[in-house]
């Protein structure tokens, strides 16, 4: 989809997986820390936000591939066009293979949900093999076009293959925050160098951006760092946000049951369920 | 061997090793989840999988190599044509070196099973070793052929580079189920591929594809993801079907034995022989 | 800044910071050896160090950015000319990015330092990432210049990579002398390797160095070897000197203490307090 | 010293280098196996070992310096010769900052056996260093010489840069013997490589190589893996030959000790002598 449209849809997705994860990570790490030794066991919530995250990523992967296919300029499931000799719409054709395997991740992440079956980790091989597959499609995507283009797409493979990379990490060092943070980070900056191709290349307002010009070039390398930046200091905001949010929700949650205990503590049995919901 | 079969037969020979990998791993995985924390000696049936495993690798290498010399066009064990000058069919001797490693890897297979002397994990080191060769090899086998031929070649190096690389990390971390099963991945992966090389170098029927259009290259690259989708879906079915198996079989036999124990318990000899039986 | 003074103050400033490091860790892993197992709080002086550190970092990459935008041929904020359709100084604005990177590694040591709530290696992560950019920038700076001036400048990137990957390390082997002396030695050979830079750019005496003679390279090549050597003896120079001055020093200070207890020793109290500075 | 000898002075030292670690990783891997767990400090004998294989190293570091050095046509240490404006022997002094750095292994090895306070695999650091700088010189060292020339140096570095990582793995994954005994395979293939390459370059008789001829480096990149096929069957020849005298050897001594026991015991003192160097 050579438009800015199709570079703001997948930008928008990886934002919001992004900042999902920081949250979801934070949440995680919040329960570990907070978490007396002898209980272990996964709160429900946390077992429904990864049936929600496997789900919606088969459904947003599912609709990707149709509307990859079936879009009026699509290939419309058709391959290969016996009649010219040629591959219909290629493009369309790697697009939906990118999400082909967004899919599989879903599919694996609601499985190693589901059943203790799965071994541990399998959700974030796929996830990792996810992003290698973008990054290796888009790796011979970018061949023979203008200098800025490649340059501009091969400075988002740095952000899929460092993605990838630390999300391969995560299955041998589990439960790492900051390994987490980072793999959030990346998705961060993936989103928001996916606007910024939209913006380079289809530019909504003013001059077209001259494709061969080396200053262009260099601004380019530069602005990356500073979404780098940027990223990183949305994955500080979020994470604090969430934070902070839980050390008063459960602070004040404290206070309301230390209150209830006060006034209306009759029976042993009562005492013994505060205590309970108390400890955690 | 440049023809359809040259590469339809390392292919086959490589995806029946995946699956063999798989149904292996996944015995092994089931035996150390079942196991009571006493008793951890192999089972011998583990043992003689590994012998033949090993017994056939070498087998197989063996006849890999005098079929490469000795065939009708074969270099028949001359390495230099002092006449001529020349070397005497490289590409024969090529197939005979990494033939000569997978047979190194059986010899170290064999070794590792039958004596404790040897350290752990050098039969990993000993398959890593021989796919880098066969991988190494490939590399500058590629050099100055037709774009399409270099590049469809040098997909199945990432194949054989990532199981070169997984293995090696099976050295360090022993016994991760879903290293194995990324390894058998990467088997199953480099034998589909040899065939789909075969298919569109030698193509049984139809016109001859253009080794120099853009086209066929995006096509090319596309399609190898879809063969690493393929061979997840096998690894994934394969280990489920096994281990369904071995739940339902162990279950029955668990079943038999409660039956048996009922009906003809009459000697506490007997019944220790049970319950032990029943451990497994 | 294309002088030799440019190149001089950023390699003043690495070998300082390479000194910095090596004498910060070598007390650390001092104080390490030499505690009794109980006491593992961390005493505040060490927090102190690491106070100064980050908020010495930030102020330098303040004032460096500051420098680089406000200095007389410099871009004053402006990055983009409307008029003439061009960027403004961008290799300013490259150097201003580096040193917000910087920035930032200040910011986390200071906040990782004063919090527990921040997870253990933030700022280890941190200055990884600044010298990935670093080395990110400088990659992309070099491209189409003589020969000689991008292999002196991409024999830079060796250290700094180096430096990145072994603080990257860092994140998860925490407390390793080892990798702590090589990233520290990293510093020192991009600081002293910066001076080369610009004794052979911008040579203060003698003619300037023929850009594309081999023979150069080759030298500049072997030179950048015994920068590694003199950086490698200056670390363990360092810590030696500084090694030894710990061991007399806290040698000599028990020699006072038991002078002090021998003649003073006059109350249980006191007794009790003498004995338990020794433990230090 | 672009002749046979100067390839086959080197290689023979690797060579021998290479024999020597794999005996002594062996003698200490059979001093751990059958060592009672209470006694761990380590036998005097190993201590010796380490100072030879030091003082060694740097003996021949030296010699090796001196040699390059003041050879008849060698730079007599002048780098720059002011009057023609030309840098002196560059290949000498290149050779010359290979081995200074084997000379810093061989202090660092000694300096790590004598002292404790050296934090521990500084020696395998130091030796990571020496190869890797080994293999970075000869980079740089190749470019712009005819192809199979090229080819054949730049297949060294395989084995430069295999034994450099897995040396530097060694530093965080101590006493693993099969690293130990990859990282002696490496020294032995990249000593025979020496004199396959003093072979091909200057053949001793016959004809003179063709240096384009593509098959020339065919067969050469075959040949590197059959020098690593004999790399693999030296080590396990070399360490099954020491561990089975080892095992002989060992089992003699305690037929000696026990036969002396039996005929010579007398007093308690002697038999508690005995007793000692038996578990040992």
């Known amino acids: 989809m050579a438009n800015f449209g199709g570079h703001a849809i997948p930008g928008t997705f990886f934002l919001i997986y992004g900042f999902w994860l920081t949250v979801k990570h934070i949440l995680q790490h919040y329960?570990?820390?907070?978490?007396?030794?002898?209980?272990?066991?996964?709160?429900?919530?946390?077992?429904?936000?990864?049936?929600f995250e496997g789900g919606f990523t088969m459904f947003a992967?599912?609709?990707?591939?149709?509307?990859?296919q079936f879009?009026?300029?699509?290939?419309?499931?058709?391959?290969?066009d016996k009649d010219k000799g040629t591959w219909v719409k290629l493009m369309n054709w790697q697009h939906s293979t990118m999400y082909l395997f967004f899919g599989i991740f879903g599919i694996a992440l609601v499985a190693s949900t589901a059943s203790k079956l799965l071994p541990v980790g399998v959700d974030r091989l796929a996830l990792s093999l996810a992003?290698?597959?973008?990054?290796?499609?888009?790796?011979?995507h970018v061949h023979s076009r203008p200098p800025?283009?490649?340059?501009?797409?091969?400075?988002?493979?740095?952000?899929?293959?460092?993605?990838s990379g630390s999300?391969?990490?995560?299955?041998?060092?589990?439960?790492?925050?900051?390994?987490?943070?980072?793999?959030?980070?990346?998705?961060?900056?993936q989103g928001s160098w996916f606007y910024q191709i939209g913006f380079v290349l289809y530019p909504l307002s003013g001059p077209q951006w001259e494709l061969t010009l080396h200053d262009n070039i260099m601004f380019v390398t530069m602005c990356f760092c500073w979404h780098l930046a940027v990223a990183l200091l949305l994955v500080v905001f979020t994470s604090s946000v969430v934070w902070l949010t839980l050390t008063r929700f459960s602070g004040r949650r404290r206070d309301v049951e230390i209150g209830m205990r006060n006034t209306s503590l009759k029976t042993s049995s009562q005492k013994a369920l505060l205590e309970e919901s108390d400890e955690e």
Chains 1, 2, 3, 4 share one sequence.
């Open 31 to 51: 329960w570990r820390k907070n978490q007396p030794k002898g209980r272990q066991v996964v709160p429900p919530s946390f077992k429904r936000m990864e049936y």
């Open 61 to 68: 992967a599912f609709v990707g591939i149709m509307v990859e």
């Open 71 to 80: 879009v009026v300029d699509g290939p419309h499931a058709h391959l290969y």
């Open 131 to 140: 992003l290698f597959v973008e990054g290796f499609l888009f790796y011979y």
């Open 148 to 163: 800025l283009d490649a340059h501009i797409h091969s400075l988002l493979l740095v952000a899929v293959f460092s993605g």
């Open 167 to 189: 999300t391969m990490l995560q299955v041998f060092i589990r439960d790492n925050i900051l390994l987490q943070m980072f793999g959030a980070c990346m998705f961060l900056l």
